[in-house]
Every structure is written in C-alpha cells, then in structure tokens.
C-alpha cells in the first residue's frame, strides 16, 4: 500500500480490485472486483500480506515522514482494508539501513519499530525489513534481526509478529572514481548469487523470518530478467537460475541442521558454507552453499536415517565475477544422476550452490 500518496479509500479500492470476487460493490462507487473479472482475471488475487509504505524515513530531514504520521497512517489504512477484505494482514516498515541511522539521523533506530510494535502491533503480523550484504557480511545482518526478533517477544509477548525480508540483495561496491554502474553487474555474477544462496540459507534456519521477497524482477542492477540493448531480447540472469534451484530442491519443511568446521559459524564475519536441508515425500534435499573461490570442502554427513543420493544439481562460473548477457550464458547449472548407496560424504566444489536429493533407504 502506498502510504505516502495515496488515501485510505485508495488502498480500499485497490483491496477491492484484487480479491474480491464480484458479488458486491462494498464501497459503491466503480465496481473494482467486476473490473479485474472483466479484464480477464477471474479468481481474486490471493494477497499473502500487505506492505505499508516503502522506506518512508529514510529521505533527507525535510522530506523524512515522521514517525506518528506514519503509524496514523498505518491505522487507517488497515482499518479502510479489512472493511474490504477482513483476513487481509498487514507489515510496515522497520527502520532503513539502521547500521547507518545514528549518523544520518543522530537517532536510535530501534525507537522505530518498538513504537510501531507498542502502538499498533495487535494488527499486523510482520514487520519488514531491507537488509543487502557484502558489503556487510550476512552475521551482521543478523544481529539486527536478532533485536527486532528480540523486541517482538518483549513488546508484544509472543513470537506472533515474524519479519518479513521484503527487499535483499548483494549491494554492489563502488570504485574509486568509477561510476557505481561498473559493478552493477555483481549483483547477479557467481559472486552475487553466492551471497545471496549464503542469505537464504541462514534464512531458512530462522523461525522469525515469515515472508521474503528478492529484490527485483527487473530493475536496477538486482534483476532477474532484462532487455538485451543490442539484441532488444529478453533473456536471464544467473540469480533466475539460482531460484529455479531452490524453487526445485525445496520440501515440505526446513530440517534442524547443524554445521561445523572452518567457516561454517554464522556468527563470524568469515562464514562462507552454509547448508539447508529440507524433508521431502522420499527423503530430504540438501542445498549448500560455498562462496569460497578457490577451496573445496569435504564434507561428512551424520543423519538419523541411512540415504542414498541419487541427483545432484550444480550451479557455478568459471569466476566470481562471470555474469549472463544477452550474448552469453556464463553461469550454468549442471545436473547428474548419481547412484550413490548410503551417502555420507561429499567433496563441496569451490564456488558453487549444489543441491544433493537424497532419498531414505
């Protein structure tokens, strides 16, 4: 919901337009659900959560929308959506970037999402939040969602409130009297997509984060999908591939999984091998991930159940810096069936994201 432009009667509208399903005009006026079923969207669009605005404090002093305005604002747009659309739930904003809150704005930027908690936290169900990495390493991007997890239960006494990872990408560094557009690329390189296999991992190992979403499809230098400028051609980049990996390895729930050896502690600034491990109808899938560049890992497996692995797939380049244009594809992913009969080490190739399907013996 844009909350900084539009009305609360706005976002009712658009509440309306996306899942109602025709049989009434709850706010008179233009028939919003007959419109989207006459366009040729039938079936009401199935909302996961509502997102209240988009880093409204984080313009310049002036332009900053303060805190109570917000959180007014907030209210009666949750209020103007659920007279539409009752079960709809909602997530505003935690504060921007907050490892540089204190010296853009002298201020604690935990103020922002404790007051939003104590003021309006009965009536939404996530708070979202925007961390990039690499700059950063990702053990530090967890130490703020360790606070926010932490005020959460303090605030409102439960857990009920998750986060909501509405934006994340690797942030591209800048060189020295270069344009930042040089290094746009490396967002979605191996590199970036190493990074980005790294985030979610840790993501997916933590029963506060609720709700996640890549930025973005196209635009600026994290998209998945671009217009080539020579051959006006849409074609991918390795970040589409990396998802079709884990959209394909994922199970029907994340298992406990522990990691330990060299690099392997998350809240280190030098982890760089993560694994996720997911159930499945015959087994469970591994996805690891190894940012180092030139170090393979041996790995040993200790499970409760004798396995016996029978795919694997493997995305890499061959360097960290490889990207996909519109006249070459650099980042592959190569698949093999593999047949191996209780499975209980691998050798992790450097610089790559593999899935292992393991099936229970």
């Known amino acids: 919901a844009n909350i900084k432009s539009d009305t609360p009667e706005d976002a009712a509208d658009l509440a309306e337009f996306l899942t109602g399903d025709g049989s009434a005009n709850p706010n008179e006026g233009t028939d919003w659900a007959k419109l989207r079923i006459d366009s040729g969207l039938r079936d009401p669009v199935p909302v996961v959560t509502w997102e209240l605005g988009n880093e409204v404090e984080w313009s310049d002093s002036a332009k900053r929308m303060p805190l109570a305005e917000y959180i007014d604002r907030c209210r009666k747009t949750i209020a103007a959506?659920?007279?539409?659309?009752?079960?709809?739930?909602?997530?505003?904003?935690?504060?921007?970037?907050?490892?540089?809150?204190?010296?853009?704005?002298?201020?604690?930027?935990?103020?922002?999402?404790?007051?939003?908690?104590?003021?309006?936290?009965s009536d939404i169900s996530c708070l979202a939040f925007h961390p990039y990495y690499f700059g950063y390493p990702t053990s530090l991007i967890e130490e703020y969602l360790n606070v926010i997890r932490d005020d959460i239960k303090v605030i409102t006494g439960s857990d009920r409130v998750k986060i909501y990872i509405s934006e994340h990408g690797l942030w591209p560094s800048q060189l020295k009297g270069q344009p930042w557009q040089k290094t746009w690329h490396t967002t979605h390189a191996l590199m970036g997509c190493l990074g980005t296999a790294q985030f979610i991992n840790r993501m997916y190992t933590r029963p506060d984060i609720g709700l996640s979403t890549y930025h973005c499809f196209s635009a600026g230098p994290w998209g998945m999908v671009y217009r080539g400028k020579q051959t006006k051609k849409l074609y991918t980049t390795a970040i589409t591939d990396m998802f079709r990996l884990y959209n394909a390895a994922v199970g029907s729930h994340v298992l406990a999984a522990t990691v330990s050896g060299d690099w392997t502690n998350p809240a280190q600034g030098d982890l760089s091998l993560t694994v996720t491990?997911?159930?499945?109808?015959?087994?469970?899938?591994?996805?690891?991930?190894?940012?180092?560049?030139?170090?393979?890992?041996?790995?040993?497996?200790?499970?409760?159940?004798?396995?016996?692995?029978?795919?694997?797939?493997?995305?890499?380049?061959?360097?960290?810096?490889?990207?996909?244009?519109?006249?070459?594809k650099r980042v592959v992913v190569s698949r093999s069936e593999d047949g191996v009969t209780n499975f209980s080490s691998y050798e992790m190739p450097e610089k790559s994201i593999v899935a292992l399907y393991l099936k229970k013996r």
Do not use: C
Request: proline share 4%; hydrophobic share 40%; no cysteine.
């Open 277 to 328: 491990a997911m159930e499945t109808k015959d087994g469970m899938n591994l996805i690891l991930v190894n940012r180092e560049s030139a170090t393979k890992r041996l790995l040993s497996f200790a499970f409760r159940e004798s396995y016996d692995l029978v795919r694997t797939e493997r995305l890499t380049a061959p360097a960290m810096q490889s990207f996909n244009s519109e006249q070459e």
């Open 81 to 121: 959506i659920r007279a539409v659309h009752p079960s709809a739930t909602f997530a505003p904003h935690a504060a921007t970037a907050p490892w540089a809150y204190k010296e853009r704005f002298n201020e604690d930027w935990r103020e922002w999402h404790r007051t939003i908690l104590r003021e309006i936290g």
